[in-house]
């Protein structure tokens, strides 16, 4: 799990969304050995564009998205963040921990992860 640091406008939201699909998807892609030249050739994108999406550097369409969970013969719902997730990284925890976090995750657990998230978010 990789945590995003958060503003409160519409446009990092959205960047937190698609990096947080991007990296769900580079994960389930690399859990079934595939790289992403084989991804993409298995729906008709070039390789870049796949790395761009696992970086969140483009936002793929609902229709992509689906493309991909085929192809990675999974549930959809797989590739997208809960709604607890979702919320948690678009929190209003400041940006002093969020570097602090991200800095020193370095194999944290993600329950312990989520576990320092709330009460950094207690705090505040």
Known sequence: MYI?????????ISNNLYLSIGHKIKEMRKSRGLGQEELANMISLSRSSISNIESGK??????????????LDCELNNLLPSIKTYRANNSSIGGKYFELINSKYNGMSTKSLNFLKEILHDDE
């Open 4 to 12: 995003y640091r958060v503003d409160t406008t519409m446009s990092d």
């Open 58 to 71: 483009h936002q793929p369409s609902v229709f992509v998205i689906y493309e991909i969970a085929l192809a």
